[in-house]
């Protein structure tokens, strides 16, 4: 089991300390666990390069039936679809790089039977009247750790684990390529010895959240 140090370090304090008593009961079950440098060239660069390929695919799937069909879109998605169709792949050469790197990277760390362990987003889950750039921000934290799994292209599988300041929070293990039934085996297995009080304390939160 891999801790990656600086999906840790995105944590807020509250949820660090809640979710490091899981990652305890974790790493009793798993032969070895350590703390891991997994993005030298840090989350940010990652989410950044994540996004830019993200939306060469979304311009490739969606441009052509966009431009022919004009559909109309709400406002923050229209203007997102508008980023997209500006993105060139001649000008993105350093996000493809990094892209391929770091598919091979991590596959190599975690080979065939290791499991990274991160906080899901870096806080609680937020209010519903959270907007402008406080949510932006929330949101640009939250994608550094998002984007691991699928800029890897590695399964990754959400465990609710609880609660902190009222709001449900949770840990995410991704595993290795074509792992997915082991790693689903294996969060089954794990969540069988959590108390169900602690299920239902982060399903009550999220109800009233």
């Known amino acids: 089991m891999l801790l990656a140090i600086e999906a840790w370090e995105l944590a ?18 798993c032969v070895d666990s ?7 060239e840090g989350l940010a660069a990652w989410m ?14 969606h441009g052509p039936w966009i431009e022919r069909a004009h559909p109309v879109f709400a406002p923050d998605i229209a203007e997102r679809f508008a980023w997209a169709s500006k993105l060139k792949r001649k000008d993105s ?12 990277r991590l596959r190599e760390q975690l080979g065939d039977d290791g499991l990274l362990v991160i906080p899901t987003v870096p806080g609680p889950a937020p209010q ?5 750039a ?13 984007c691991i799994a ?25 595993a290795g390529p074509g792992r997915d039934l082991q790693l689903l085996s294996w969060v089954a297995e794990w969540a069988k010895q959590r108390p169900a009080g602690i299920r239902q ?3 009550g939160a999220a109800a009233e959240r």
């Open 48 to 61: 950044r390069a994540f996004r830019i390929v993200q939306g060469l695919e979304i311009w490739d799937t």
């Open 34 to 40: 350590d703390w891991a440098v997994i993005a030298p």
């Open 150 to 174: 699928g800029l890897a292209g590695l399964p990754q599988v959400h465990i609710p684990t609880g609660a902190a300041d009222g709001a449900p929070i949770g840990l995410s293990v991704i």
């Open 201 to 203: 304390a982060a399903w």
């Open 128 to 132: 519903r009247n959270v907007s402008g």
């Open 93 to 104: 050469g350093a996000e493809l790089r990094l892209w391929f790197d770091v598919r091979a």
């Open 134 to 146: 406080a949510n932006e921000e929330r949101r640009s934290r939250a994608m550094q750790l998002t």
């Open 12 to 29: 807020e304090p509250p949820v660090r300390v809640r979710l490091v008593k899981d990652v305890t009961s974790m790493a009793k079950t």
